[in-house]
């Protein structure tokens, strides 16, 4: 009988990593006590009676754990220690062979790069597989492409039916793992059994600190349900009622709390946006420089991202941005038009013109002619929203003239708004300026007490902050273009300002026209 492993916190050893004077065994020990859960004694170098020397003294240590040990590489050492299991890399003696060697009971895992070799471990009958490297890292020499932690979720989605197991490995830390966790789930939900962490347990000086924050992380998300681990949605419960009084709320609170938001957008219209911010109660602040993006993100509500004027300082900017507020569980508002940002931190809504959202989707159903869409949009705008937030996990916002915001199951359809918005450049982007603040509202004002955000990259319900952000900026629109003193596009943004500044709760819910689908 194959021993059952749970594969959540997966630790590979290395000596070499060690602090100066941290005595190898006790590193282990303490790992193993802080809630270390499979360990691979991984020895490159070692002769083979010191590897069996080390490997022999683990084993004792893992079984008064009652942790099962996986010997790298050499099965020789693995036979010899009575060993739980082998993990073998691309060019080691293949899984099919080691099969062949090893006790019926022993697991065999291999390190897979791509989906070819992904589906050879899966011919040759492999127990798991290491997806990496997620990230770059001092531990290996790297030969091959990073994964990235989107590229994680088509590799899981190729073990749907099997019983095939799958960590991540590569750079992961207790930093990044809630975004490696959630951005590896393939559209099916289907998600990692666990991470492989080298250095960010085997190189602390407090190594069963490490491990036991990194369990606990791992905990809280595998508590959420199925698909949706941790995101920040309420939407399966909304009601066109119990958004208009969410509305209302998020409304009624954001002047008074007249939330920091940070906007990192195109050179075009930060002006605008940093204005039309103001005029909705909160208050802007469009810095740019990476020296100052881990200050701001402990001060700023919300961060807007939006890549329309693209240069590489600001792309640097974003990049720290992104993964600091992440830390910090703040919601984040992405305006996409290139994806590798994705890779680095989780975006809590993405929000875009069908033409960028095809692009970010991988359809070509839609095109785009610079900055805007080209024909009618989507055929099915519900279905795509839906299958894009499910696969981005996040809140997605379609916009045009009729715009749409799914959390993966419900969807709302959105009619208010004016077709002078489309006549004026940078319209979108306001509405993303306009979405972050109220993201701001709905995050600083989400009831969380008692409740562990371990596993949750923001709180809030970002599906209802998203919507008040399109409904508010959508009215004040209506109103303004209905202006005796508004004639056209240009009078009608300075008209618009004025609209958004005095615009009250009970107006926009006189005027909303909502249907959930
Ligand atoms: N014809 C229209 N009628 C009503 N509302 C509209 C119309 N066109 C756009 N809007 C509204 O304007 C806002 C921006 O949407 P749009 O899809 O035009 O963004 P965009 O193409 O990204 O704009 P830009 O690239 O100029 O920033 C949304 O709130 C949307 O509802
Ligand atoms: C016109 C334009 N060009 C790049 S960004 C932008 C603003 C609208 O998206």
Known sequence: MTRTIDYSLYLVTGRELLPQGKDYFESLEESLQGGVTVVQIREKKAETAEFL?????????????NVPLIINDRIDIALAIDADGIHVGQTDMPVSMARKLLPQKCIIGVSCNNKEELQKALENGADYVGIGAIYA????????????????????????????????IGGINSKNVLRVLHGSVSGTGHSLDGIAVVS???????????????????????????????????ANGHTTDSITSGVVSLMNQIRTLNPLVHQITNSVVTAQSANITISIGASPIMATAVDEMSDLATICGALLVNIGTLTPPACAGMLAAGCHVNTWKKPIVFDPVGVDLLNKWQPSVIKGNAGELAALAGSIEVTSKGVDTVGNGFEDPVGFVTALAR???????????TDYVSDGHTCAVLDNGHEFLGKMTGSGCATGSCIASFCAVASASAQTEGQSLRGVLAKGDMFLASIAGILVFNVAAELAAARDDVKGPGTFFPALIDELTSLTPEVVQEHIKIKIV
């Open 200 to 234: 960010a347990i085997v190189a602390l000086n407090q190594p069963r600190q490490a491990a036991s924050e990194l369990s606990e992380i791992l905990s809280e998300f595998k508590k959420g349900p199925s698909i949706f681990h941790g995101m920040s949605s309420a």
């Open 53 to 65: 020397d080390i490997a022999l003294k683990s084993k004792a240590i893992c079984d008064r754990y």
């Open 137 to 168: 890292t001092q531990t290996k020499d790297l030969t091959k492409p990073l994964v990235g932690v989107r590229g994680i979720g088509p590799l899981l989605q190729m073990l749907d039916g099997t019983s095939v197991k799958a960590v991540a």
């Open 391 to 401: 696969r981005e996990r996040c809140i997605v916002v379609l916009t045009g003239k």
